[in-house]
Every structure is written in C-alpha cells, then in structure tokens.
C-alpha cells in the first residue's frame, strides 16, 4: 500500500481535510515500493545545519590546538544530533501517517532541532573555556522535540491496541530522560557529578529501545525503509565533506575574484571531492536493506551502530577545513596534526563499516583484513610524509585514497564474497 493510500483510509473523497487524521495502528513492516517521503527529507533538512554547524566549530578548535576539547563537544553534539534523528525515523518506518496531526507534530519537532542547532555554539564555547558546560538552549531544543514525540507515542497507545503497552513505555522512559538532561542542563554540577551523569543519560538513551519494546523489534519498522533513510543521512554528513572543501578551498583561490588557482586550491578541491566520492562508494557498497531483512533482530545494532560512523563522516568534512586553515596560515597545528584531523576519522569511518557489516551479517572475511591492512597503510603514509615536511596538499592527495582501496577490493573481488553471504542468509530463512 502506498502511503497516498495509507493517509486516505477508508473514508470516501470529499467527507474531510485531504490529510484527515489516521489511527496510528503501525505500518505495514512488509509493504512494497516504501520509500523516504516528502516529510522525512524536509525533516533531515534541518539536521544539515546541526550537522554543518558541529562540524564547523571542530574544525576551528582543532586548528587552535584545542583538540581534546573540540573532539569532546564533537563527540556530544553528534551524540545528541544521531539520537534525536534516531528517534523520529524508526518511529515514522513504524508509524508514520503523513495525515495532519503527524506533519503539525514532526513540525514542532523541526522547530527543536533549529533550537538546538542555536544552542551548539555555546556548548562548544563551554568546552573550550572548561569551567562549566552550557547545555540549556541544547537542552530547550530537545524539550520542544521531545513533547512532540511523546505527543506521537500517545497517539500510537490511544490508537493501536497491539502497540498501547509500547507506547506507554517510551513515553514514560522518554520524559525520565529528559528530565535528566533538564537537571544536567540548567544546574550546572560540578565535573566530577557531570561526566558520570552525562555517561548515565547517554546509556539511557542507547537503552530507550530495549526498556520499551525489546531492541528493535517491537515496532513494525519497515527494513528497506529504515535503511534508505539511514543512506541519506549518511548522504547528509558527507555533504559536510563537500562543505569542508569549499571552506579549504576559498581563500586559497587568491584574487578579488578567486581567479588564481594555485596548485594548493586545486589539491584540496581534488582530495576533497575524491574522498567524499570513494566514502560514498563505501557505504553504498553494503545493501543494508536486505541484510536487514533478513537479520531484523539486528535492527538495534544497525540504528546505533551507525551513530560513529556518522561522526567520523562529519567529523572528515571538519578536517578538510582543518587543512585548508593550516594552508591559508590560520592553524596552530604542524603538519603531521593536519594530516592525522582527516585521516583518523576517515580511518574510524571505514572501520565502522567494516564493523557493522561483520556484526550484521554474523560473517567475517579474511579478505577484509587485506583490505583494512592496505588502509592503514594509506593513511600511514600519508601521515608519514607529513612528518618528512611533504606538503600537506600532497599528503591530502594520498588519504583520498584510503577509501578506494576498500572500492577497488569490492569491485574486484568483494562483491562475490558478499553475494555468497547474501545467500547464506536467504538459505536460514527459508
């Protein structure tokens, strides 16, 4: 069933509002032809300015030396950015009836998270400065996105028998949480009462699955579904890579009108475009919608499991700005400190990837140990040519090619060991 037939329910044309409210009774886990909606890419919309903007301030406390401190508020922002993303995207796989009520409420929930977009200059700010954290405008932007869910989750008690226990339960688990980023947010604690609270509050939150609905398979979510929504997304970070280009590249341009090109300008655009493109490559080589079909216990580790590879795609984008700085003069970093801002998340990224598609398929394969070796080597080398004062646009020219080696592996060979896999799932479940 289409979701135009999904919305309009029984009811005959001309007895109520085009999107007249439809009972929240849980969606089709098997329906074909579901794809992201309209709804769904105006929503992720707005995580390009909380992702862009995470990125952005990484970048400048990495280039002032201040990287301990910038990779710590990276790592919360992006934490809270894939959580609240999380949230509203398995829940619209599993309930999502596009009538009015559910547009008005995922509306509410756009507002707050442009409000915590607003909020994540300050909390970096905080971090830098190390006397306190400032999560309150963060905190207010959760709140507002938060009463709407909790608003989604009764309708789906009030509406559907099947789901009322599930439904209750995160909305009581999702209020206790927030209650505690409320008190985390607006008392200040002292550090050695925050970081344990901040750990417990994010474990709770990477519980809300399991204390409510068991994991990941408590709600109908739709497994190609979840996993077209999970690729753009990805899609959305690495648009961050395409960002940090250009902000690496403009003043290197020269001129009032950036008509010089020198050879530093044209090395970034070229290692920043390639090394989006071969991530791409990458992740879109894994058809995670069939493996989820057929491992859905695995959904909760899919979900989650891609909250570091997320931030090790944003977090790329971020490092690419790092060196277009260090080449414009404006970084305290050496060499070897520019090189290894790109080329440890852009490690981590093809890590997680291999990781979750191990976990996911219960297989290993020996070849993916070449291909990971041949990585590392990549990356090595060019951090190695860093420290031998090769210029970084060079060095940035030889990390563009870590990901291709895991491209050319699964071109060549990879491809084969996954279709045998593939198979050897199917074969279990028939």
Known sequence: MSDSEHTAGDAGPGTGPAHRLVPMAGRDPDERGRTATPLELLFDLTFVVAVGSAAHHLAELVAEDHAAQGVAAFTLAMFAISVAWINFSWFASAFGTDDWLHRALTMVQMIGVVVFSLGLPSMFHSVEEGDRLDLRIIVIGYVVMRVAMVAQWWRVARGSPSFRDVGRANIRWTVLAQLGWVAVGFTYPPLAVLVPA??????????????????????????????????????????????????????????????????????????????????????????????????????????????????????????????GLHLEHHSELGPVGVVLSLALPVGLFLLAVYLLHTLLLSAGDRFHLLLIAGTLAVLGLATGMAAARVPVAVCLLVVMLAPFVTVVGYETVGHRHQRRMLAALAARDA
Request: charged share 10%.
């Open 198 to 323: 901040v750990v417990v509050l994010g474990a709770l939150e990477l519980l809300l699955p399991v204390f409510t609905q068991g994991e990941a398979g408590g709600t109908p979510w739709h497994p190609h579904h979840v996993a077209e929504r999970y690729s753009l997304f990805a899609i959305i970070t690495l648009g961050e890579g395409l960002v940090g280009t250009v902000a690496s590249s403009g003043d290197l341009l020269g001129g009032a009108v950036g008509t010089h090109w020198s050879g530093d300008a044209i090395a970034v655009v070229v290692a920043g475009t390639g090394l989006t493109f071969g991530m791409w490559w990458t992740y879109f080589a894994t058809p995670f919608g069939d493996v989820l079909v057929h491992r859905r216990r695995r959904g909760y580790l899919f979900g989650y499991g891609h909250i570091p590879l997320f931030a090790a795609i944003a977090a790329s984008g971020a490092g690419l700005h790092v060196a």
